[in-house]
């Protein structure tokens, strides 16, 4: 079992809809990270929250919007996205030492019609 | 040139064999290295860490080569369940911003009977 939970699992929505991904862990990991996976491709960084504050956004666009509410909890704001925002959204999180490794949720598969 | 490069594969392995394979990446300030494998449709799960003296566990060793700017993972004995694809993964601090890892695209390991 992952010890980083995201919910849901899965997605379905249309491009007017307005959505949230959520992602809590309990390790006491101070950094925690949104990624973008689509098929046959590695993992893509989109944003990185470091002590509840964002520190990293690597140019995503706006109709993705990242929130911190604390320690333990991150969420993914979902709103006008495109068919091509298809894909596994993952979480992971991290104690923020660079040789510590990130550990992943399982993901939330998310379509857009 | 990206930044981290894999062999994408696929390395077909009989069971029981061995198998080696390398990753490359491009910036030699990057700090700490790991492999993660990835299974269809699941989420990157830590295999190991690698170190500069080079690391072991169990069956899997890994080797990091700071001068040439390579990393390698090999595999003993190999079992069925050792078919997935291997991410080769750089980590690298971003002053005041928090850890930032980049993918390779994977490599893909199939074990036959």
């Known amino acids: 079992d992952t010890e980083v939970t995201q919910t849901p699992k899965h997605l379905v929505m249309g491009m007017t809809n307005k959505k949230s991904l959520k992602c809590e862990q309990h390790?006491?990991?101070?950094?925690m990270y949104w990624y973008k996976q689509k098929a046959k491709k590695p993992p893509e960084l989109m944003f990185v929250?470091?002590?509840?504050?964002?520190?990293i956004n690597e140019s995503v666009p706006s109709r993705f919007s990242p929130e911190c509410p604390n320690s333990s909890l991150l969420n993914l704001h979902l709103h006008a996205l495109q068919p091509e925002d298809s894909a596994l959204y993952l979480c992971?999180?991290?104690?923020?030492?660079?040789?510590?490794?990130?550990?992943f949720g399982d993901g939330t598969r998310l379509s857009i019609l | 040139r990206k930044e981290v490069e894999q062999d994408p594969g696929p390395f077909n392995v009989p069971e029981g064999a061995t198998v080696a394979f390398n990753c490359t990446y491009s910036?030699?300030?990057?700090?700490?290295f790991f492999w993660y494998r990835q299974d269809c449709r699941k989420e990157p799960k830590l295999l190991m860490s690698?170190?500069?003296s080079g690391n072991e566990d169990g069956r899997f060793t890994a080797q990091l080569n700071r001068a040439s700017q390579y990393i390698s993972l090999l595999i003993r004995d190999s079992k069925l369940s050792d078919s997935a694809t291997y991410l080769c993964?750089?980590?690298?601090?971003?002053?005041?911003?928090?850890?930032?890892?980049?993918f390779g695209g994977g490599t893909r390991v199939l074990v036959k009977p």
């Open positions: 992971a999180s991290s104690h923020g030492q660079p040789n510590q490794p990130q550990h």
């Open positions: 910036n030699s300030a990057s700090q700490s």
């Open positions: 390790m006491g990991h101070r950094a």
């Open positions: 929250y470091s002590y509840e504050k964002l520190s």
């Open positions: 690698v170190y500069s």
């Open positions: 993964v750089v980590n690298d601090m971003i002053k005041a911003a928090g850890n930032k890892l980049t």
